[in-house]
């Protein structure tokens, strides 16, 4: 073997990076690396690319983002192009809008589909990442970046008798391409996260009878969703870089217009007030209607009730009403869900709510579900029961670092990053929105342009300072896990048994994952990480071997 310079090194490996998944990350990438040079190549387990917009095809879905901000902001010319729809795009314009990025910036070429990476193993000796794909190919590049979404692995419950089951099963985050038709079937859905909550109303229409088994039920705010005039879309394409700057600064990397004063010191009817004005406004935005909703018990309870009268308003029957109010846990501390007529659905005739806190699932059978109760015949299940989030997906893989360091082994008691881009022992691999950072309490767009630039301006500057190897140092890490839990701590996120907290899976460490510190603070802490030459990382110039 021979030592090469690193010039050398890249005359011998076709690609620069291996970039895993082509979904928003995977495509803005593409389109970054290109522009600093490099050669890459994405791997994508579908047969298309969108990602979670591929994938999740189930009736009903549609982003809880205003489609005018959940949308790529690096392209001015893009931006003033792309029509939108609808103020809330449904999943089929995304995928349609994001099959437009790729053509446009003629990405597809470097995406191959059809290819499911099951490892990425460091090669200490080479510098570079050796990834193995499911048909058994293998590629290698000296970085290595994990586009692989935060909520990419779904989840079945293991529920007693599930395989003996004699009809159709759907997952919604796994849905059949070619659709589903519902009509004259008696169909249960099981979960009513904010998969179901779309799903529900939708599916209620077609169905005979429809049977929702809600475990633990949800904080829903009505989207009041409709097309966007020609002249709404100008009206905010006129004032594009304002608004793409004021989401970037803000809190969740959303225009929410926040208020900044605190509910606890509101009197009744301005806590009123403003709970009206944000409801019939519509979405997340909910939320922001004062200051201290995700910090403070009691200002919380004051939102929490709001939505308790709402539901006890629009449902008829007061025992329903009552089995879809939430009281386990404050609003917003598990996402909170943005519909189209669920709660309004529970008034028809071939709908009916199973409330398993008061009879629990206790198996699935040939043709029916069983409650402690009695058995709910159906001829198809609906599986709206969300994902192994923020790690799940690489825990699949098979990962190691320096020293054969296992990836999922290092995260037995919870996730460690710095910044939620890199973890110590894994040189030259990045994650892009992973956990530690803002991602899914975050306009997911706004942070993954965030990551993807921050990504492309290390690799240039590594390259500019003759740099090989990047990886954050343990001490660094354990000082960013801590910051971290402290900041989740001030909140009140660790009060919800959520998949932010790990608590839908058996066994799932519970750590508060994402950075609940705000996208503008963390994106600050970042860019001055980098400023000062990437403090908490080593940067390593080491020649490595050439490949034989
Ligand atoms: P979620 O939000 O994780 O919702 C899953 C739902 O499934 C939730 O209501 C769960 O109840 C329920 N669930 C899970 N396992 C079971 C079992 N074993 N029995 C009964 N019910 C069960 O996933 P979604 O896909 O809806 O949404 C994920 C995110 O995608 C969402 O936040 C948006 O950001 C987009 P539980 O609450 O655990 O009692």
């Known amino acids: 073997m021979t030592v090469h310079t690193p010039h050398h090194q890249d005359a011998l490996t076709p690609y620069d990076a291996i970039i895993v998944g082509a979904g928003f990350s995977g495509l803005y990438l593409i389109y970054r690396l290109r522009q600093i040079g490099l050669r890459v190549r994405v791997l994508e387990a579908g047969s298309g690319l969108g990602g979670t917009w591929y994938w999740n095809r189930y009736p009903g879905a549609r982003c809880d983002v205003e489609s005018m901000e959940y949308s790529y902001s690096f392209s001015p010319e893009l931006q003033q192009e792309w029509e939108w729809a609808e103020r809330y795009a449904g999943q089929a314009e995304i995928l349609r809008y994001l099959n437009h990025v790729a053509d446009r910036f003629d990405l597809r070429r470097d995406i191959q589909f ?65 659709g589903v038709d519902f009509t004259g079937q008696r169909v249960a859905v099981i979960g009513t996260g904010s998969s179901a909550i779309q799903s529900i109303p939708v599916i209620a229409e077609q169905a005979a009878h429809l049977y929702v088994f809600q475990r633990t039920p949800n ?37 929410f217009d926040p208020n900044d004063r605190p509910a606890a010191t509101a009197t009744p009817e301005d806590l009123q007030q403003a709970y009206e004005y944000r409801w019939q406004r519509g979405g997340l935005s909910f939320l922001t209607a004062f200051n201290d909703l995700l910090v403070n018990e009691q200002a919380n309870e004051t939102a929490a009730e709001f939505v308790r009268s709402k539901i006890r308003a629009i449902v008829h029957d007061p025992a329903v009403a009552e089995d879809l109010m939430p009281t386990t846990y404050p609003i917003g501390t598990k ?17 009916t709510l199973i409330n398993l806190r008061k009879e629990p699932l206790e198996a699935i059978t040939t043709h029916s579900i069983r409650t402690s109760k009695g058995d709910y015949p159906v001829n198809c299940i609906v599986f709206a029961t969300g994902f192994d989030a923020m790690t799940g997906t690489l825990a ?37 929105t992973g956990p530690g950072s803002p991602s899914v309490l975050s306009n997911m767009v ?10 492309a301006d290390c690799i240039s500057y590594l390259r500019a300072h003759g740099q090989q190897t990047i990886e954050p140092t343990y001490a660094a890490q354990d000082a960013w896990v801590e910051h971290v839990n402290t900041v989740a701590s001030y909140t009140l996120f660790p009060k919800a048994a959520s998949w932010y907290m790990g608590a839908n899976i058996p066994g799932k460490p519970r750590i508060f994952m994402p950075y609940a510190g705000g996208v503008n603070v963390y994106a600050q802490k970042c860019a001055e990480i980098a400023a000062n030459g990437y403090t908490g990382f080593v940067l390593h110039a080491s020649e490595a071997v050439a490949l034989a």
């Open 219 to 255: 904080y829903s705010i009505p989207a009041h969703n409709h097309p966007l005039t020609r002249e709404e879309q100008q009206a905010i394409k006129a004032r594009y870089d304002e608004i793409r700057r004021t989401a970037r600064e803000s809190l969740f990397g959303v225009c």
């Open 335 to 351: 996402r909170i869900c943005v519909d189209t007529n669920y709660y309004e659905t529970f008034n028809r005739a071939n709908v």
């Open 446 to 455: 706004v942070s993954i342009e965030q990551h993807v630039d921050w990504v």
């Open 114 to 178: 059809d290819t499911r990476v099951t490892a990425a193993h460091f090669d200490e000796q080479h510098n570079l990442w050796q990834i193995y794909t499911e048909s058994g190919e293998q590629f290698h590049a000296p970085f290595c970046i994990m586009a692989t979404g935060c909520l990419s692995t779904a989840r079945v419950p293991d529920i007693e008798g599930l395989e003996q089951f004699q009809g159709p099963q759907y997952h919604t985050g796994n849905w059949p391409h070619e």
């Open 396 to 432: 699949k893989i098979d990962i190691r670092g320096r020293d054969g360091l296992d990836l999922k082994e290092q995260w037995n008691h919870g996730p460690r990053t710095y910044l939620g881009l890199m973890s110590a022992g894994f040189p030259n691999m990045f994650m892009i």
